[in-house]
C-alpha cells in the first residue's frame, strides 16, 4: 500500500484503517436481499456477465477454483456445473453473513459437490503458494482496501500455467452510454435499495465505489504489476463491466 493515511469510501475519503470495517458493514446490512437486489439492480444482467465469465474459465473436472469476495456464490455454483461437480471449490469471503447465504444457498438447493467455506480477507489469503487452478473475484476487487496486495496474493496461489478472472464493473465506452448509466445508477440504483433492502446508504455506496474503481487499462496495469505474465480484457455490455484475465506462465 502506499503511505496515504486515507482512503475512498464511495466518494467519502475516510482512513485507511477503517475502509474494511465500513465495506463489512454495508455486506453484513445487505445480504438477505443481496441475491434479489443483483437481479432488480442489473434486469438480471449479472447472471450473463458471470455465465460469460464460467464461458471463459479454463476450468475442467478436477481442478482447484478459489472464489474469491464469493459472497452468496453465483460463480461458484457456475464453476461447479462446468467441473461436472469434481475438483475442489473454495467460496471465499470476508464476511461472515454473505457467506453464511451461500452457504444456505448450497444447502437448500441440494447442490451436492463438496464446497469449502473460508472467510478470508483478499489482502491475506491463507493458502498455500502454486496451490490454484484458477481464482476469481467477482464484482469484490472495488471493495478492497488494498486493491495491490490483493492481486499480488492471487499471483503468489495461483499455479504456474493457471489464471485469475476479475469480474467488475468498468468504464462505459460511449460517452452516452456513460450517460444514461450515470442517470441510471445515481438515481435509481439507491431508491431500489430503500425500497427492497431499506437501506439506501449502502447502495449509495455500492454506486460511488463503481466510480472510484480502475478502468480497463488502470486495472490490466496492476495485475501485470502484481506479477502476472500477460492480461486480456473482455468488455461487457460496452465497457460497463469487464472481466480481466491474467495468466501466469
Ligand atoms: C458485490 S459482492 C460480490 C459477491 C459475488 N462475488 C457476486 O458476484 O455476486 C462483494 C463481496 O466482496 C466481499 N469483500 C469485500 N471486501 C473483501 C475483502 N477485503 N476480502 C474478501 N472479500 C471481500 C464482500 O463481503 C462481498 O461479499
Redesign the pocket.
Known sequence: MTDKQTTHFGFQEIPVQEK?TR??EV?QRVAHK?DLM?DVMSLGL?RLW?RFATHLAPIAPGASVL??????G??SALFAKKMRYQGRIIL????PA?LAEGRNRFLNRGVTHPIEYVQ????QLPFADNSMDLIS????LR???DKAQ?LREMARVCKVGGCIMV?EFSQPRLSTLQKCYDSYSFKAIPTLGEWIAKDRESYQY?VESIRKHPDQQALKTMILEAGFDACEVYNLAGGIVAIHKGYLY
Not at 471465499?92 to 464476511?95: E, P, T, V
Not at 478470508?120 to 489482502?123: K, L, M, Y
Not at 473475484?137 to 469484490?140: D, L, S, T
Request: proline content about 0%; charged content about 15%; cysteine-free.
Open positions: 474494511t465495506v463489512g455486506f443481496y443483483n449479472h458471470k472464489d474469491l469476495a464469493g459472497g452468496t453465483d460463480l471465499s469471503d470476508i464476511n454473505m478470508a480477507n483478499a489482502e473475484i467477482g464484482f469484490g471493495n478492497v482496501t490483493a469480474l455500492l
